[in-house]
């Protein structure tokens, strides 16, 4: 019988493993991660609510790399960025003429957009998602697009996030990663170089977890958005490689198998 290809799984794996670090970062702090999973301060519930979401991005991080119950933590994982991606659309609505919403939408878009990936790649062969993980990656794309038109939007405040001891210097980085977030949402939305595309933006994404993230944890290791950050930023390059292994995926023919 035909049976579904073997796929890279290091992509999906540290989709849950980015999970597990956000969901450990939610019970330590007894919030959600500040800035990006966007819950009202005052909101009735508020703390039970994010024990409850932090509970959920732990055990659905640790069924993916299980791998026996990979599916229904993937699906879990979808659902819960997908809320947390409408908070931030209702965010946007009520100014819908600042980008900054917008930009905060398409970051939480994105996670929930790995997460449609992560699905497909593990629906059964008999499923109607089988084979589809690339076609459904693709919408990735649209988030690169914020990515790169937050950094022209912003690049005054964006630019002092960068070490100034990094040459040519802050300016220079802010539009060159701008770009490049632009020509990989062009890649992967047309299906060109699409995995390489998809790889190169989870190595740049990773570049903001050396030269920002990490750095902001070492000189304040007590902040709860230094913590927000790291765990975020991790999520969203997980996402972009799990994104690069659907393409791989579905660049591998299928093989025989007998019974």
């Not at 670090?21 to 009735?44: E, M, S, T, Y």
């Not at 000189?219 to 994104?243: E, K, Q, R, T, Y």
Request: charged share 10%; proline share 5%.
């Amino acid at each position: 019988m035909n049976a579904r290809p073997s796929s890279p799984k290091l992509g999906l794996a540290a989709f849950g493993a980015a999970a597990v670090i956000l969901g450990l970062c939610g019970f330590i702090w007894r919030d959600f991660a500040l800035n990006w999973q966007r819950v009202p301060l005052g909101f009735p519930g508020r703390t039970g609510l994010a024990c409850i979401a932090a509970a959920c991005e732990l055990l659905a991080g640790v069924a993916i790399l299980a791998r026996r119950f990979a599916r229904a933590g993937a699906a879990l994982l979808t659902i819960l960025y997908g809320i947390f991606t409408t908070l931030w659309v209702i965010q946007a609505l009520k100014a819908p003429a600042i980008y900054d919403s917008w930009g905060n939408v398409f970051e939480e878009f994105s996670l929930f957009a790995a997460g449609l990936t992560a699905c497909a790649m593990l629906a059964p062969p008999d499923s109607r998602w089988a084979g589809k993980s690339h076609r459904i990656a693709r919408i990735y794309g649209i988030s690169a697009i914020s990515f790169g038109v937050d950094h022209i939007v912003y690049w005054r405040v964006a630019a002092t996030w960068v070490p100034a001891w990094l040459p040519p210097g802050q300016v220079f980085w802010i539009f060159f990663t701008a770009i490049c977030f632009l020509l990989a949402a062009a890649a992967i939305l047309l299906g060109i170089r699409a995995r390489l595309a998809a790889a190169l933006l989870a190595a740049e994404i990773f570049g903001f977890e050396i030269f920002v993230w990490i750095p902001k944890f070492i000189a304040g290791p007590h902040d709860h958005l230094n913590w927000s950050g790291n765990a975020i930023n991790l999520a969203i390059m997980s996402g972009a490689w799990l994104v690069a292994d659907a393409f791989s995926v579905s660049a591998q023919p299928a093989t025989q198998t007998s019974v």
